[in-house]
């Protein structure tokens, strides 16, 4: 117990410094982007999270001061560095066993432990990222991690076995979470984090709301559809294959419409239009799209010719007409699934596939700035996704050169940021890191670094979401 009250007695003045910035950030935060659709319980538990983000940085990052000879200067650390695993574990042994001292034991071992154990419950608690050990637990090591690497160029101790203990503090607060977490559920959701989603939820639904989906039969057209429709969406979902639609209708149970047509074929899209026309389309999702792989000369020529046409006429064709309907309704939303393709400069061994990305991204950032202009309220953005755990692959018969990204994940983060109206949607941090890649390395070794990349896939089989 004294332990705890020396620890809140030095972050007591560190807190006090951060939480009016704190509070005046979040405050304008909520202001512009939340208005009243935030969770005060939430707040409370992030207010909590900054004070022990707080105490742990003024204990471990921020140098200290000591007075000597009318001076003051950096207090160093006597023992600077300890790479040895486990050595603290010994020592604190040593120092308990042998010399009797306790508090060496609850200040250096159980203090790292407990300092690093409120991250454990309130990060899983804040945030819906984290709800798993596995995400809660890497994000405590590697914060213990970044902790350690900056004490080296400061006077403190830098010690490997800190992060080991912080990271099983970290682990622990999780375990307390999962407890509360199972045994009293209804506490946890007063906590959880309102959405975008939730936001949807809560409007008013007297009017039926029309979601046009293509490609709807797999993978992420497939993902959209259950979303959209739990968010209370009458879904139309559009694909080739009348056996898989009719398993998305099962699952979806009521208002939701299956349409079997092939997209490739453009008078088919003029037929899709005529069927939906005069419906309240709020959001379309321009899904519908597959790519061929191998060398330009070698690649079939009709398959090529009815990518273009469904990656690029069928979304051209869709887009303009019901773009045209939401401009008069002053109300909409369109989704164009893109690629990560795009950031590249060219795509050997997918070349074909490569340029009508590009087209679609061009396209919709023109469109994009065109509606800005306008001042419309209909909103378009562009889904830059890279691989993804979808019939991709498999139908493709060729092996996944990085690792893939869950399919409800993409869903998530594609919708959620349709709604937030943000033009470029990029999921994965991996691919995020592309596009700024891109921006620095010269086409030339870029272009050969993605031949590299797809050679690696080996086929030439026809690849189709």
Request: net charge positive; with cysteine.
């Amino acid at each position: 117990m004294n332990g705890i009250l020396v620890y809140m007695e030095s972050i007591i003045s560190y807190v006090i410094i951060v939480l009016p910035i704190y509070f005046l950030f979040r405050r304008n935060y909520i202001k512009k982007n939340m208005k009243k659709n935030y969770n005060l319980y939430r707040e409370i538990a992030l207010t909590f999270l900054v004070i022990a983000i707080t105490g742990i940085i003024s204990q471990t990052v921020i140098p200290e001061f000591e007075y000597v000879n009318g001076k003051i200067k950096l207090a160093a650390t006597l023992d600077r560095y300890n790479f040895i695993p486990f050595k603290i574990f010994y020592e604190t042994y040593i120092e308990v066993i042998k010399y009797s001292n306790s508090s060496y034991f609850f200040i250096s071992f159980i203090g790292n432990i407990a300092i690093f154990m409120p991250i454990g419950i309130l990060i899983p608690l804040c945030f819906k990222n984290y709800k798993s050990i596995r995400s809660t637990v890497k994000f405590g090591c590697i914060f213990s991690i970044c902790i350690e690497i900056t004490q080296i160029f400061l006077p403190r101790a830098t010690d490997i076995d800190d992060v080991i203990l912080n990271t099983f503090g970290t682990f622990l607060g999780y375990l307390v979470f999962a407890i509360i977490n199972n045994l009293f559920p209804n506490i946890i959701n007063k906590f959880k984090q309102i959405t975008i989603f939730d936001l949807i939820k809560q409007e008013n639904m007297s009017n039926k709301r029309y979601a046009l989906v293509t490609g709807a039969s797999s993978g992420i057209g497939y993902e959209m559809c259950k979303v959209l429709n739990n968010l209370g969406f009458y879904i139309i979902a559009v694909a080739r294959s009348k056996d898989k639609l009719g398993k998305l209708k099962k699952e979806c149970k009521k208002n939701i419409e299956i349409i079997s047509l092939d997209l490739s074929v453009e008078e088919n899209v003029f037929k899709l239009y005529e069927k939906i026309r005069g419906k309240n389309i709020n959001v379309l999702i321009n899904n519908a799209g597959f790519g061929v792989f191998g060398e330009f000369i070698n690649t079939n020529l009709d398959n090529e010719l009815n990518m273009i046409n469904l990656n690029i006429k069928c979304v051209h064709i869709l887009t303009k007409l019901v773009l045209k309907d939401m401009v008069k309704n002053n109300y909409g939303y369109i989704l164009n699934v893109s690629s990560s393709a795009t950031f590249m400069p060219a795509g050997p061994l997918m070349s074909t596939y490569y340029a009508t990305k590009a087209y679609v991204q061009n396209i919709t950032d023109s469109l994009n700035y065109e509606l800005k202009k306008k001042g419309n309220n209909v909103w378009i953005s562009s889904l830059c996704i890279g691989p993804t755990k979808t019939n991709f692959n498999n139908v493709a018969n060729i092996k996944a050169s990085q690792k893939e990204l869950d399919v409800d994940f993409v869903t998530f983060v594609a919708l959620e940021n349709l709604f937030k109206k943000k033009r470029v949607i990029i999921p994965g941090i991996s691919n995020k890191l592309l596009k700024i890649i891109v921006r620095i390395l010269p086409d030339s070794l870029l272009i050969h670094l993605n031949y590299l990349n797809q050679k690696r896939k080996n086929s030439k089989s026809i690849n189709e979401k």
